[in-house]
């Protein structure tokens, strides 16, 4: 059973946008924090953008000011909202839901920022 579906990748040119979205299939979605990741090629995965249940932001130093994470509870959804994209933004994208115990990743929706 897929509980976390990415979609909104794909090619973008620098300085342009892109809209993630996160569409869960998870009982409970409003006590899940909710958290987007990614993996360049041949780097580790790193945290992004989080929300919490409560709603409070959190986000990598690297995206602060250009990217926007939301949370819309009756559609359990989690949006990341990315401008002014760079090429160093380029890498698979990970949905992330915790609620302890529970750790539920998504496969992941590929974005490659290139002229």
């Known amino acids: 059973q897929v509980q976390l579906v990415e979609s909104g990748g794909g090619l973008v040119q620098p300085g342009g946008s892109l809209k993630l979205a996160c569409a869960a299939s998870?009982?409970?979605?409003?006590?899940?924090?909710m958290a987007w990741y990614r993996q360049a090629p041949e780097k580790q995965r790193e945290l992004v953008a989080a929300i919490g249940s409560g709603g409070s932001r959190d986000y990598a130093d690297s995206v602060k000011g250009r990217f926007t994470i939301s949370r819309d509870n009756a559609k359990k959804t989690v949006y990341l909202q990315m401008n002014s994209l760079k090429s160093e933004d380029t890498a698979v994208y990970y949905c992330n839901a915790k609620w302890k115990p529970r750790d539920i990743w998504g496969q992941g929706t590929r974005v490659t920022v290139s002229s």
């Open positions: 998870l009982d409970g979605f409003i006590f899940y924090d």
